[in-house]
């Protein structure tokens, strides 16, 4: 095949060697090569920015997957000290897991139902500030039973607590499905 090739090549040399280099063109590239001065050179600062641009984009990407690793394990963290709480029965702990995966998923859930992302913001900003009013009242209620022991109407009221954000959460996804149909 390239024995072919060649031989074609060389028997049309003529006709495919049809076009001069411009007046000077010899002159110009044997003066770079003296320099030192790459042809290629010109390409590169063209491409410059552009290879700028895109270092900048994969640092923000490597950046933005980081955050929300450290953010979702933050998270899982305090879950895990929430959930095992001193003073706290291992069934009132596997009640209060049960509660707290059940809210972690319905918060992913807000971001799927949501129109845009403005949206979602603004839903995620007032349902965490009705979430942490809840927390506070639900740290009241556990450093009651860490003072007085499990008693039988703080447990309800801290196993209410849970139940309330996962009904809370529950008419919020309503909502948004509603809207979204």
Do not use: W
Not at 75 to 86: A, G, L, T
Not at 87 to 107: D, H, R, W
Not at 134 to 148: F, G, H, M, R, T
């Amino acid at each position: 095949m390239m024995n072919n090739l060649e031989k074609y090549i060389k028997s049309n040399q003529k006709e495919l060697n049809n076009e001069k280099p411009q007046l000077g063109h010899f002159y110009r590239f044997e003066q770079r090569l003296q320099n030192g001065q790459s042809p290629f050179k010109k390409f590169y600062y063209q491409n410059r920015y552009l290879m700028a641009g895109a270092a900048a984009i994969i640092v923000l990407a490597v950046l933005t997957v980081g955050v929300f690793r450290v953010d979702k394990h933050a998270f899982k963290s305090f879950v895990k000290r929430d959930v095992q709480h001193v003073g706290v029965s291992p069934e009132l702990q596997e009640v209060i897991a049960f509660y707290t995966f059940e809210v972690e998923e319905q918060l992913a859930e807000i971001d799927k139902y949501s129109s845009d992302k403005n949206e979602a913001l603004r839903i995620r900003k007032m349902v965490n500030d009705q979430i942490n009013l809840l927390d506070v009242s639900a740290l009241q209620l556990k450093n009651e039973l860490e003072l007085n022991g499990e008693d039988e109407r703080v447990c309800q009221a801290l196993i209410n607590n849970h139940r309330v954000r996962k009904e809370f959460l529950d008419d919020v996804i309503q909502q948004l499905k509603s809207n979204k149909l």
